[in-house]
């Protein structure tokens, strides 16, 4: 778990460091399609993770309603943090002090997030057998299958689904 949390937070430096240095927005109007489309393609890594998870969990009919709310905060999650990059993001003259002040707001974003994450995933933890444990206990400790703009891989892959 802490490594998923360090990649996570790595991600979000990375990310921020994309978001400062990017090119001036050309017209409103292309910034607007080109946010639209940035939000779909995070919405699409969510629900790609989601299902990889689901996968790679094994997670079986019973669980299905732990899992739900387990997903839903993830999804949730992921609106949070666009909404605060797109933000950051349209805050391109700002102050050094606003700067670190907008990061730390996101960093703290993030922490709650994953407050939120671990309550919504010990019910579904709980519900698991050993091996099924084990599995999960692998999945998360190592780097995402599919990475992505920012992602820093281990060079380790999660653990197949039929182990």
Sequence with gaps: ????????VSALSISSA?????APSAAPAMSAASSADKSARREER?????A??????????????QWNAFADVMRG???????????????KDISALDNM??????????????????????????SMPPEQKKLADT?????PPQGG???RSSGKKAAPANE
């Design 52 to 65: 990889y998870l689901h996968q790679a969990l094994k997670i079986t009919p019973q669980q299905e309603t």
């Design 1 to 8: 778990m802490k490594k998923t949390l360090v990649l996570l």
């Design 101 to 126: 002040k907008q990061y730390a707001e996101i960093t703290q974003a993030h922490a709650d997030d994953m407050k939120k994450l671990v309550d919504a995933f010990q019910p579904l933890y709980d």
């Design 18 to 22: 994309f978001a400062q240095t990017a």
């Design 77 to 91: 999650n992921g609106q949070t943090m666009a909404k605060l990059f797109q933000e950051r993001h349209a805050n």
């Design 139 to 143: 999945t998360f400790r190592e780097a």
């Design 149 to 151: 703009r920012g992602s």
């Design 46 to 50: 969510v629900e790609q993770r989601i």
